[in-house]
C-alpha cells in the first residue's frame, strides 16, 4: 500500500494516477475541504487528513474515530499497512511565512514521525528546487524555500528506520496547472509580456516528475536532494515563442522592466489583502521568475534515481498543455 498526500492537487493527481495504472494499491490523504475531481474516476482509497493540524491529530484519541473512510483520521490509522509514503502535499502560496512552516515543515515531520513509528519503509518527499535556492545562493531566500529546506532537515530527523528520497522539481507544467494559463490565454491574442530578463529557464513537464516520483520509489538509497528539471535551458522569450506555436499563431513579444512588474506584483497583492484572498502574483513570485534563474544537472538525477531522465522537450510539453487547456475548457 501507497499512502500518497496532495493527490487532489496538480502533480500529486498525476502521480496517482500512474501509480494505478502500475498496479500499486493508493490511499490518499486529503483535506475535507479538497476537490477530488482528478482522482474521481481512478481506484484509490481517501481518508481526510489535513497536514496544518497533524500535530493536533497525532495527539487525538484513535480510539474515537470513526471507521468510515469519509471521516477524519489521525496519521497513525491513516498510515495502517502502508510499505510507502510519497509526500506531494504542502502549499505553495500563503499569507505569511509561518502559514509556510506550519505545513510545509511542521506537518512534513509530523508525517514523517507518525510513518515511522508505523513501520513505513520508505518516504518520498517532493521538495523544491526553491528548498536550495536559486542558482549561485548559498541557501532558500523566499519564505516558501525556507519552509521546503525546513521540511527536508526534519523528515531526515524524524525517519527512524525508514529510507528516505527527496525530490526537488523546478518549475512544473502541464495539464491540471494553472500558472501558465495567462500566457496562453496572451497568446491567443497574439501578444505576451515577458520579463526583459536573461535568467536561463528549466522548466519539467508535469509527466517527468511523476516518472522522477515513481523511480524514487525502489531507487538504492540517495544521501541527497536528487534535482529535477526539463531537458534543456530557454530563455523566456523561447517560451513566449513555444507558446505562441502551440496556439497556432505568431506572438509579439512585449519584453518589460523588472520594475514593472514588481510594482504589479505589489497592486496584486494589496489587491488580495483588500478582499481576504492570496494574490494570483506577488512580488516574491516576480523575482523567482525574472531575477532568479532556476537551473540544474539532470545528469546527476539520472545517476541517483537509476537512468531517469526527463522526456518531453518545452515545443511538446507546451502543445499538450495547450491542448488540455481546451479540452477542459479553460479556454
Known amino acids: 500500500m501507497i499512502f500518497l498526500t496532495g493527490a487532489t492537487g496538480f502533480l500529486g493527481s498525476h502521480v496517482a494516477e500512474k501509480l494505478v495504472e502500475n498496479g500499486h494499491k ?11 475531481r ?13 497536514l496544518g493540524t497533524v500535530r493536533q491529530a497525532l495527539q487525538s484519541d484513535a480510539a474515537e474515530e470513526p471507521k468510515s473512510n469519509e471521516g477524519s483520521v489521525t496519521p497513525p490509522k491513516a498510515l495502517e499497512g502502508v510499505e510507502i509514503v510519497i509526500h506531494c502535499g504542502g502549499l505553495t502560496s500563503a499569507r505569511n511565512e509561518d502559514e509556510f512552516m506550519a505545513v510545509n515543515a511542521a506537518g512534513t515531520a509530523e508525517l514523517a514521525k507518525a ?9 518520498v ?7 536550495r535556492g536559486p542558482d549561485g545562493a548559498s541557501g532558500p531566500v523566499t519564505p516558501y524555500g525556507r519552509s521546503k529546506l525546513l521540511g527536508e532537515r526534519l523528515l531526515e530527523e524524524n525517519k527512524g528506520d525508514m529510507t528516505t528520497v527527496v525530490l526537488r522539481p523546478g518549475g512544473i507544467y502541464g495539464a491540471r496547472d494553472s500558472a501558465l494559463l495567462p500566457l496562453f490565454q496572451m497568446a491567443t491574442r497574439g501578444w505576451m509580456v515577458v520579463p526583459r530578463s536573461e535568467v536561463p529557464l528549466q522548466p519539467v513537464y508535469v509527466s517527468d516528475v511523476v516518472t522522477a516520483t515513481i523511480a524514487a ?5 540517495v544521501d541527497k536532494p536528487v534535482e529535477i528539471a526539463g531537458v534543456q535551458k530557454h530563455r523566456w522569450e523561447d517560451l513566449a ?4 506555436a502551440a496556439v497556432g ?3 509579439r513579444v512585449v519584453r518589460v522592466p523588472m520594475a514593472f512588474l514588481r510594482a504589479a506584483g505589489l497592486v496584486s497583492e494589496l489587491g488580495a489583502k483588500l478582499v481576504g484572498r492570496l494574490p494570483a502574483v506577488d512580488r516574491r513570485k516576480v523575482r523567482d521568475i525574472g531575477h532568479h534563474s532556476w537551473t540544474c544537472d539532470i545528469e546527476e538525477a539520472g545517476r541517483l534515481l537509476e537512468g531517469w531522465k526527463p522526456r518531453v522537450e518545452l515545443n511538446d510539453g507546451m502543445s499538450r498543455t495547450f491542448v488540455w487547456y481546451r479540452q477542459a475548457g479553460w479556454m
Open 26 to 36: 493508493v490511499r490518499c490523504g486529503i483535506r475535507r475541504t479538497s476537490n477530488k
Open 38 to 50: 482528478w482522482i474521481n474516476s481512478i481506484d484509490v482509497e481517501t481518508v481526510e487528513l489535513d
Open 115 to 123: 510513518a515511522s513509528d508505523a513501520g513505513v519503509a520508505r518516504f
Open 125 to 131: 518527499y517532493i521538495s523544491s528546487l526553491a528548498a
Open 217 to 221: 520509489i525502489d531507487a538504492p538509497t
Open 241 to 244: 515563442q513555444v507558446v505562441g
Open 249 to 251: 499563431d505568431g506572438v
